[in-house]
C-alpha cells in the first residue's frame, strides 16, 4: 500500500512569511496526526483529525498555526507569520482509527528552515 | 498522562558490540511502546511494539525490547551492532489513541 505523501520535502522561507505544507494519508485511514519535531528533540504533537473533525489541537500555537482536512483525506498545516523557532521538521501521521493495535505511519516529513 | 525518558542523547557503539538504549515509562494504565528509528532525512520507520502480548518483542533488523513492569522499562537492544544502524531512535508510548515521544537517541557505530 501507498504510504503517507507529504510534500514539500524542504522548504526555506524568511521570517514573517507564511508557509504550508501538504499531507495525503493512506486510503482509508480515519485518524491524521501533525507532529513537530526541533532538531535534536522528539517529535511533539500538533495537532490530531478523526476524519475532518478535530480531537486535539492544544499544543497548536493557534496565533499562528492553523491545519485543516475538510474531506476527511488530505490535510493542510499552514504557519503565518512563520518566526525563527519554527525551524523544524513536519511530520504527518495516519492511523486507520488512532488505536494503537492498529499502528502509526508516518510520512518522510518537510524540513522547514526560517531565516 | 503517559511519557517516557530517554537517557543519553548520543550513544557510540563499536561495530559487533552490543546496542542497549534505554526507555523508562510513565503511565496510569497498561501501556502500549513504540521504538522507532529514523534514519537521516527520512521520517519514523517503526522498529517493533509492545501492545501487552508477549513481554519479550522482537523487531525488524535483529532489534528486540522487553517490557518489565516492575521496573517501568522498555529498553531496546541489538546484540551485535552493524554500521547501518546508525541513526536516531525513539521511544514512544501510545495513550488517547496518540503517541508521546521521548528525546531520542543518536547512535553513532564506529568502525
Known amino acids: 500500500e501507498a504510504g503517507v505523501a507529504q510534500s514539500p520535502r524542504y522548504k526555506i522561507i524568511e521570517k514573517r512569511q507564511s508557509v504550508a505544507f501538504w499531507c495525503n494519508p493512506i486510503?482509508?485511514?480515519?485518524?491524521l496526526y501533525w507532529y513537530q519535531q526541533i532538531l535534536g528533540q522528539g517529535p511533539k504533537l500538533l495537532i490530531q483529525f478523526q476524519n475532518n473533525g478535530v480531537v486535539d489541537d492544544s499544543q497548536l500555537p493557534k496565533d499562528r498555526f492553523s491545519a485543516e482536512r475538510l474531506k476527511g483525506v488530505d490535510s493542510t498545516l499552514k504557519i503565518q507569520p512563520a518566526k525563527l523557532e519554527d525551524s523544524a521538521v513536519y511530520l504527518c501521521a495516519s492511523s486507520l482509527d488512532g488505536n494503537p493495535e492498529s499502528g502509526y505511519t508516518f510520512g518522510s516529513g518537510t524540513r522547514l528552515t526560517v531565516v | 498522562a503517559q511519557s517516557v525518558t530517554q537517557l543519553g542523547s548520543h550513544v557510540s557503539v563499536s561495530e559487533g558490540a552490543l546496542v542497549l538504549l534505554r526507555c523508562n515509562y510513565s503511565s496510569s494504565v497498561p501501556p502500549y511502546l513504540f521504538w522507532y528509528v529514523q534514519y537521516p532525512n527520512q521520517g519514523l520507520q517503526l522498529l517493533l511494539k509492545y501492545t501487552s502480548a508477549a513481554t519479550l518483542v522482537k523487531g525488524i533488523n535483529g532489534f528486540e525490547a522487553e517490557f518489565k513492569k516492575s521496573e517501568t522499562s522498555f529498553h531496546l537492544t541489538k546484540p551485535s551492532a552493524h554500521m547501518s544502524d546508525a541513526a536516531e531512535y525513539f521511544c514512544?508510548?501510545?495513550?488517547?489513541?496518540?503517541?508521546?515521544f521521548g528525546k531520542g537517541n543518536q547512535v553513532v557505530v564506529i568502525p
Open positions: 486510503s482509508g485511514h480515519a485518524t
Open positions: 514512544a508510548v501510545s495513550g488517547n489513541n496518540r503517541l508521546a
